[in-house]
Nanobody
Framework: QVQLVESGGGLVQPGGSLRLSCAASATRFSIYVMGWYRQAPGKQREFVARITSSGSTIYADSVKGRFTISRDNAKNAVYLQMNSLKPEDTAIYLC????????WGQGTQVTVSS
């Protein structure tokens, strides 16, 4: 059973930045397409970004140009650099494969507020 542990969230003012991390206990982590997702209160979970094993990326339109996904296969980790944060980015952020294959972790809370 793969374990996913997200970290790096917090409270930030609009326009600020955060860097999220996700650690996965999977073997052969490098072969998986990894993604970041988020779930805001009262809303369905939505896709944020994904990265292939070779580093190709895709972003949701709502975060394009502000967020950057990256990975370190040697550390079984995937990251999300979030810049120019907006109040509507407030959500619990989670990582998983893309498409989703593993049990969800707890996620990390991101709150953008002045």
């Amino acid at each position: 059973q793969v374990q996913l542990v997200e970290s790096g969230g917090g409270l930030v003012q609009p326009g600020g930045s955060l860097r999220l991390s996700c650690a996965a206990s999977a073997t052969r982590f490098s072969i998986y397409v990894m993604g970041w997702y988020r779930q805001a209160p009262g809303k369905q979970r939505e896709f944020v970004a994904r990265i292939t094993s070779s580093g190709s990326t895709i972003y949701a339109d709502s975060v394009k140009g502000r967020f950057t996904i990256s990975r370190d296969n040697a550390k079984n980790a995937v990251y999300l650099q979030m810049n120019s944060l907006k109040p509507e980015d407030t959500a619990i952020y989670l990582c998983n494969t893309n498409p989703i294959a593993w049990t969800w972790g707890q996620g990390t809370q991101v709150t953008v507020s002045s």
